[in-house]
C-alpha cells in the first residue's frame, strides 16, 4: 500500500541540481514528507523532512508544493558520492505513538555521472 | 556518537541452522527497529522497541523470528529454521524517539545468505 510514486530511476550530471520528484496525492493532514537516500552496500541515511514549509539543511532542499500533493528533493551541486536510491516516505510524526515506523517503497535510482 | 552498529556484517548459513544477529543502537536511543531488505527492493519493517518492550510486529515476522531488548540497549534477532527465503539484508535502526526531529538512524545491516 505505497502512498508514494516516484520514477524508477533518473541521472544528472556532475555539479548540476538534480531535482527528484515523488507524488504523494493522498497525504493526510498529519503526515510528513520524510527523505532518506541509501547508497550502495550501506544502510538507509536520513536527509530532511517536512510538513508544508519549504525545508532546506545542509544536505538538501524540500519543496512541497501547496496542496501537499507532491514534493522535490533538490541537491543543489550534485556529485559522485551522492549517487544512491532516493526514498520519498509519508508517514505521520514517526515522535508520536500512534505510528512509530517508516514505510518504504522501492525509491528512486539517482545515478551522477561525471 | 558511534552510529549504530550491527554485527556481523555478513553470515553465511545452510538452510535448517539458527543464527543471531546483533545490534547496538545510538546510545540514549529509546526506540530500536528491525527491517529487512531484499535485493531491489526498500527495506520492510519487522519489528520496533520502546526501551525493552517490544510494541509492535510486522506480520512479516514469523514465529520463526523472535527479537529482543533485555535491558532497553543492545537487540538480538535470532532466527529459528533458517530457509532460503531468509536470506536478506537485516537493517537496525535506532532513534529518540522524541522531538520534532527524531529521525531513524540505520546500521549497514547483516546480510544473510542461506544455502
Known amino acids: 500500500d505505497a502512498k508514494t510514486t516516484q520514477p524508477p530511476s533518473m541521472d544528472c550530471a556532475e555539479g548540476r541540481a538534480a531535482n527528484l520528484p515523488c507524488n504523494h496525492s493522498?497525504?493526510?493532514?498529519?503526515?510528513?514528507v520524510y527523505w532518506y537516500r541509501q547508497i550502495h552496500s550501506q544502510g538507509p541515511q536520513y536527509i530532511i523532512h517536512?510538513?508544508?514549509n519549504n525545508e532546506t539543511n545542509e544536505m538538501a532542499s524540500l519543496i512541497i508544493t501547496e496542496d501537499r500533493k507532491s514534493s522535490t528533493l533538490i541537491l543543489p551541486h550534485a556529485t559522485l558520492r551522492d549517487t544512491a536510491v532516493y526514498y520519498c516516505?509519508?508517514?505521520?510524526?514517526?515522535?508520536?505513538?500512534?505510528?512509530?515506523?517508516?514505510?518504504f517503497g522501492k525509491g528512486i535510482t539517482l545515478s551522477v555521472r561525471p | 556518537d558511534t552510529g549504530v552498529s550491527q554485527d556481523p556484517r555478513h553470515k553465511i548459513t545452510k538452510r535448517g541452522q539458527n543464527v543471531t544477529f546483533r545490534c547496538d543502537p545510538i546510545?540514549?536511543?529509546?526506540?530500536l527497529y528491525w527491517y529487512r531488505q531484499t535485493l531491489g527492493q526498500g527495506p520492510e519493517f519487522l519489528t520496533y522497541?520502546?526501551?525493552?518492550?517490544?510494541?509492535?510486529k510486522s506480520r512479516l515476522l514469523s514465529d520463526r523470528f523472535s527479537a529482543e531488548r533485555p535491558k532497553g540497549s543492545f537487540s538480538t534477532l535470532e532466527i529459528q529454521r533458517t530457509e532460503q527465503g531468509d536470506s536478506a539484508m537485516y537493517l537496525c535502526?535506532?532513534?529518540?524517539?522524541?522531538?520534532?526531529?527524531?529521525?531513524?538512524?540505520f546500521g549497514n545491516g547483516t546480510r544473510l545468505t542461506v544455502t
Open positions: 535502526a535506532s532513534s529518540s524517539g522524541t522531538g520534532v526531529n527524531s529521525p531513524l538512524h
Open positions: 493522498t497525504i493526510s493532514g498529519n503526515e510528513y
Open positions: 517536512g510538513l508544508k
Open positions: 516516505i509519508v508517514s505521520p510524526l514517526i515522535s508520536t505513538g500512534a505510528n512509530s515506523k517508516l514505510t
Open positions: 546510545s540514549e536511543h529509546n526506540r
Open positions: 522497541f520502546q526501551n525493552e518492550a517490544q510494541l509492535e
